[in-house]
Nanobody, 126 residues
Framework: QVQLVESGGGLVQAGGSLRLSCAASGRTFSSYAMAWFRQGPGKEREFVGLIRRLVGTYYADSVKGRFTISRDNAKNTVYLQMNSLKPEDTAVYYC????????????????????WGQGTQVTVSS
C-alpha cells in the first residue's frame, strides 16, 4: 500500500516554470514505478511521463524536452519539473504508482496504476 500527496501547483505565466512534488507513504517507495498524468478542462486524463523503479524515464511527446521527472527514494518523493509552460498545460496533475513492470506503451494507460494522489491544479496564463 502506498498513499500519494501532490503539491506545488499554482498559477504561472506562459514560459514560466513550476516543480510539482508527490510525497509517498510507506517503506517500499523505491519498488514502485511512478508516473504523472494530467486532466485538463473537458479533457480525458492523459499520460505525462514515467520514472521507472530503477532507471529510465519516458515522456509524452507533448511534454518531451520541457518536463523532467526525477525521484528521491530517500525522501519517498517524485518530482515533475515543468519548464517553458504553455496555456495548454493547464490541468490537474496527478501522480500515480505501479508496483509491477509495464512496457512504455502499457504504462501510458491510467488503468495500469493502482495508487493515485488527489491532484494539484496547474494553471498557465497566456
Amino acid at each position: 500500500q502506498v498513499q500519494l500527496v501532490e503539491s506545488g501547483g499554482g498559477l504561472v505565466q506562459a514560459g514560466g516554470s513550476l516543480r510539482l512534488s508527490c510525497a509517498a507513504s510507506g517503506r517500499t517507495f523505491s519498488s514502485y514505478a511512478m508516473a504523472w498524468f494530467r486532466q485538463g478542462p473537458g479533457k480525458e486524463r492523459e499520460f505525462v511521463g514515467l520514472i521507472r523503479r530503477l532507471v529510465g524515464t519516458y515522456y509524452a511527446d507533448s511534454v518531451k524536452g520541457r518536463f523532467t521527472i526525477s525521484r528521491d527514494n530517500a525522501k519517498n518523493t517524485v518530482y515533475l519539473q515543468m519548464n517553458s509552460l504553455k496555456p495548454e498545460d493547464t490541468a490537474v496533475y496527478y501522480c500515480a504508482a505501479r508496483l509491477n513492470f509495464c512496457s512504455d506503451y502499457e504504462c501510458r494507460s491510467s488503468g495500469e496504476y493502482g495508487y493515485w494522489g488527489q491532484g494539484t491544479q496547474v494553471t498557465v496564463s497566456s
